[in-house]
């Protein structure tokens, strides 16, 4: 392409224009492409847990409300649930991390059979069965921060005012599209510590609770048995599929996806104008010299063309630092480990990360058509008489 | 027929429009300019040089009359098509030079000819015969900045006769120099004229530049004053 030489020379003619506008690109391109991505993994980790059949129980007053421990037991003798177990939230300070994996009080005899997705060895189980003070810590956590058989976890408690010294005693391993950085420790341990020292504040509580039905179509009934049952109680509680829990946890509610759409309208629309001025200005600084291409021969298409491949050069520039730079940095830097489990994992797929680069050849196209339209148009003689 | 006209206008006129009024520029001009001409345009400003000029080059139509440029009446084209032919017959020479400042003055040299379908290597043999012969081969790598006025007007003539123009046009081409870059390229001028036998037309303010055309041409009003066949200026001096 003969040309490509002067196009990318007129794209570094003014190099700090150019490079604000590949940095606004890049940046809205980089933010666009990890709400996508957040999206698009929870719906990949949603879809996914349907097949294991399990349903959570909280309060029907949102997840800061205790659910009493005795739920489980309920529960867990209902007709049609196979095993439950409570899942209560911890949020302890690891060393200096305010976040530093999930930590959850669990039932060390039912929780491998409610994630039975998970392999565990059976004789790790049974040394964590053993030991009150004992947890099970996911692959990925453990060989994150080196943690082994036998290696102390101490955890300041942030909610608790009880903290736990645990013992890893088992590594769990499971797919890759689950939590692998969960500690998971017996809920007993945490409800004995604040009974003794704490005068049991803040003991009972299940948190929420896990169970695992039989099939999944008895999933609809049993939710609503569930909650009816405790409807008059002091503790009403809200029951869902995991799938449908997750989905509320992630999204707010659904709007976020809404949101995000509008969001990226909004953000797509600004880069236009912002390209497109750009790309203006460029132009109206050389008016003379398109007058000039003009005199010797250049058509209007061929101008057309070579200011288009300067805007697109210039936006797909940003996209590539933007979009691609996201996959490549997220390959490279897992920050799923610091989402205390709420992100499995986290990389850009390729699909995101080349739909981020068309969307910045179109902006690119887009906002170069007016300015070009508008060279092309002015006429040849009046470009030349004009002294800049 | 014994010889062909390079250039043949007939009862031209020009107006601009301005809104609603009319500035009428040039008026029924008749002119011959035979193939191998150095002619030279002289007038007191806004005599309408730079107008006949571009009429002369397609920059622009004219209002009335038949514009013949190497047997081809420019107003049969259309806007496309006189493009392509400004590409193919005319080689440009501004007062501004008009250089790319982006580009060195190989690149420069070498703009007219990526219209054509010349091979890399061909295009870089001609671009080098162009510069050696305005005498700056050592210079294509040069940015315009860093030339002198006189180096980047030189750069323009090898810009306007890389192509083998049929015509070339200039417009005050010395109008920005000083005296001796501006006799640079007057020799220049005249040594296109005269070795390579290209047609020149070249507008100047400056009597010097054009006692070196072999004929000289006033404009007065829109109208030229000077009968063309009593006005070889060569012969008077
Ligand atoms: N685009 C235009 N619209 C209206 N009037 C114009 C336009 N271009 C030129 N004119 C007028 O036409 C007349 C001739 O202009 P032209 O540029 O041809 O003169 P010139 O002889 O080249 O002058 P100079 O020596 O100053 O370059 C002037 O009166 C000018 O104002
Ligand atoms: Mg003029």
């Given amino acids: 392409m003969k040309f490509l030489g002067y196009v990318l020379r007129n794209t570094a003619r003014n190099p700090i224009r150019s490079t604000l506008t590949i940095a606004s690109v890049a940046i809205s391109l980089f933010l666009m492409t990890m709400l996508v991505t957040y999206l698009a993994i929870n719906n990949e980790v949603r879809g996914t847990v349907k097949a294991y059949n399990r349903i959570i129980t ?24 196979e095993a439950a177990s409570p899942l209560l939230w911890y949020g302890g300070k690891y ?37 009150r003070s004992g947890c099970v810590i996911g692959r990925k956590l453990s060989a994150e ?82 909650d009816t049952l405790s409807l008059n109680s002091d503790s009403p509680t809200r029951t869902q599929s995991e799938e449908a829990f997750l989905k509320m946890f992630s999204e707010f509610a659904g709007d976020l996806r809404v949101l995000i759409r509008n969001v990226g309208l909004a953000v797509v629309f600004s880069l236009l104008c912002v390209s497109g001025n750009a790309m203006a200005m460029a132009l109206r600084e050389r008016t003379r010299e398109v007058a000039v291409l003009r005199a010797i021969g250049f058509g209007k298409l061929l101008i057309l063309f070579l200011v288009l491949a300067e805007s697109v050069f210039v936006a797909v520039l940003g996209g590539v630092v933007g979009s691609i730079g996201s996959k490549f940095l ?12 709420f992100l499995p994992f986290f990389y850009v797929s390729w699909t995101t990360a080349l739909a981020g ?8 196209l887009l906002s170069g058509i007016v300015p070009a339209a508008l060279a092309v148009r002015n006429s040849v003689i009046d470009g030349l008489r004009k002294v800049v | 027929m014994s010889k062909t006209h390079a250039i043949q206008l007939n009862r031209v006129a020009k107006e601009y429009r301005r809104d609603t009024f009319r500035v009428p520029v040039l008026a029924e001009l008749d002119l011959d300019v035979d193939e191998g001409e150095f002619l030279a345009l ?5 005599s309408g040089k730079t107008t006949l000029l571009n009429l002369i080059a397609g920059l622009d139509r004219p209002t009335s009359g038949e514009i013949w440029i190497r047997g081809q009446e420019l107003s049969q084209l259309t806007d496309s098509e006189l493009t392509r032919w400004r590409a193919d017959n005319i080689g440009f020479i501004f007062q501004l030079y008009n250089l790319i400042p982006v580009l060195t003055a190989f690149e420069n040299v070498e703009l007219p000819l990526l219209l054509t379908s010349l091979s890399r ?66 020799d220049l001028l005249e040594q ?21 055309a072999g004929r000289l041409l006033k404009l007065d009003k829109g109208r030229l004053v000077d009968d063309a066949s009593k006005s070889r200026l060569g012969a008077v001096s």
């Fill in chain 1, 357 to 364: 680069l068309a969307v910045a050849a179109t902006i690119g």
């Fill in chain 1, 145 to 226: 921060r080196n943690l082994k058989i036998g290696d102390r976890i101490p955890l300041k408690g942030d909610i608790y005012p009880f903290d736990m010294n645990l013992t890893v005693r088992a590594i769990y391993d499971g797919p890759e599209n689950r939590d692998l950085r969960a500690c998971w420790f017996h809920w007993e341990y945490l409800e004995e510590g604040l009974k003794r020292d704490f005068k049991g504040k803040g003991a009972g509580n299940a948190g929420a609770v896990v169970a695992k039905c039989e099939d999944g179509d008895s999933i609809p009934s049993l939710c609503k048995k569930i």
């Fill in chain 2, 42 to 46: 002289m007038g007191p400003s806004g």
């Fill in chain 2, 121 to 186: 290597k061909r295009r870089r043999d001609q671009v080098r015969t162009a510069l050696r012969v305005v005498g700056l081969s050592d210079r294509e790598d040069h940015y315009p900045r860093q030339l002198s006025g006189g180096q980047e007007q030189r750069v323009a003539i090898a810009r306007a006769i890389v192509t083998d123009p049929y015509l070339i046009v200039a417009d005050e081409p010395t109008g920005d120099l000083d005296r001796a870059s501006a006799e640079d390229i007057l």
């Fill in chain 2, 192 to 212: 296109l004229n005269r070795e390579f036998q290209k047609t020149i037309v070249m507008v100047t303010h400056d009597p010097h530049a054009a006692e070196r």
């Fill in chain 1, 95 to 131: 060393q200096e991390e305010t976040l530093a994996f999930a930590q959850f009080g669990i039932d060390g005899d039912t929780i491998f059979k409610i994630y039975d997705e998970y392999s565990i060895p059976p004789d790790q189980l049974k040394s964590f069965q053993q030991d």
């Fill in chain 1, 330 to 341: 997220f390959d490279f830097f897992d920050v799923s480990r610091y989402s205390a489990g």
């Fill in chain 1, 58 to 81: 909280m309060s029907s007053q949102g997840f800061a409300q205790p659910v009493p421990i005795a739920e489980v037991a309920r529960i867990g003798a209902m007709e049609g649930i």
